[in-house]
């Protein structure tokens, strides 16, 4: 188990920005996982669009949505194989929201640290929502925004792929933008 009180402290209660390297001695959530998520959501809507996945592929494509619907991974897939089969090689991005709604091991992930993150005191519990980015895309499709207050963003890389994450001021967001 990580060190909650190392999370909290570090964040000053999740208030703040921080980087805790090698914070999982393995992700709590595994390449298999990931691939059975995608085998459930492609059953369950057989091709038809759902309104909490998204392919971008310099800009959000539907087509290539209905592909990642319509091509469940297979039985002996691997994840970066699978994504590279349905987007072609191509930079993209893959996001599925909601994802506790299609995995146990999602689903208790978060409930555990939600848990833990409040000492046990059900007053204190944060409202979860798990999301899914995959990708190869080199920046977030969706460009430099705001996260709202209420937001409290846990990134946990699956793969140990390097990712970057920009952070910047509401002053400097301003400015740039």
């Not at 298999?32 to 800009?59: C, H, K, P």
């Not at 091991?105 to 798990?130: H, K, W, Y």
Request: glycine fraction near 6%; include cysteine.
């Amino acid at each position: 188990m990580s060190d909650w009180a190392e999370l909290l402290e570090r964040t000053n209660g999740l208030r703040h920005s921080a980087v805790l390297r090698n914070f999982f001695v393995s992700p709590p959530i595994d390449e298999d996982e990931v691939l059975e998520i995608f085998r459930r959501v492609s059953r369950r809507n057989d091709g038809r669009l759902m309104s909490t996945l998204r392919a971008y592929q310099g800009g959000r494509r539907e087509q290539l949505e209905h592909r990642v619907l319509r091509r469940a991974p297979a039985s002996n897939a691997k994840l970066d194989t699978w994504f590279s089969e349905i987007f072609k090689g191509r930079p993209s991005a893959l996001i599925l929201n909601r994802v506790e709604r299609w995995s146990v091991a999602v689903a208790d992930f978060p409930a555990t640290l939600n848990l833990a993150l409040a000492d046990g005191d059900p007053s204190r519990l944060n409202a979860i929502e798990c999301v899914l980015f995959m990708g190869d895309y080199g920046f977030s499709p969706f460009g430099i925004h705001l996260d709202y207050d209420s937001t409290r963003v846990l990134h946990i890389p699956l793969l140990g792929a390097p990712k970057t994450m920009y952070l910047w001021s509401d002053a400097e967001f301003e400015q740039a933008t």
